[in-house]
């Protein structure tokens, strides 16, 4: 699944999906997202396009 994230404020940042969709989650919520995707560290994440 590819996508691309975005910090759109302090607590929230914006999941893009290539297939179009996209989803608005809290930092908690980015967090196990991101661990269920098998990645670890938010930050670096946050910073860079992710694609698997």
């Known amino acids: ?10 607590n929230q940042t914006q999941v893009f ?10 930092n908690e919520e ?3 997202f991101l ?4 990645l670890s560290d938010v930050n670096e994440t946050i910073e860079q396009n992710v694609t698997d």
Do not use: A, V, W
């Open 35 to 38: 661990l269920q995707m098998g």
């Open 1 to 10: 699944m590819s996508f691309n994230i975005s910090r759109i404020n302090p």
């Open 17 to 26: 999906f290539h297939d179009g969709r996209f989803e608005t989650l809290t």
């Open 30 to 32: 980015l967090e196990e």
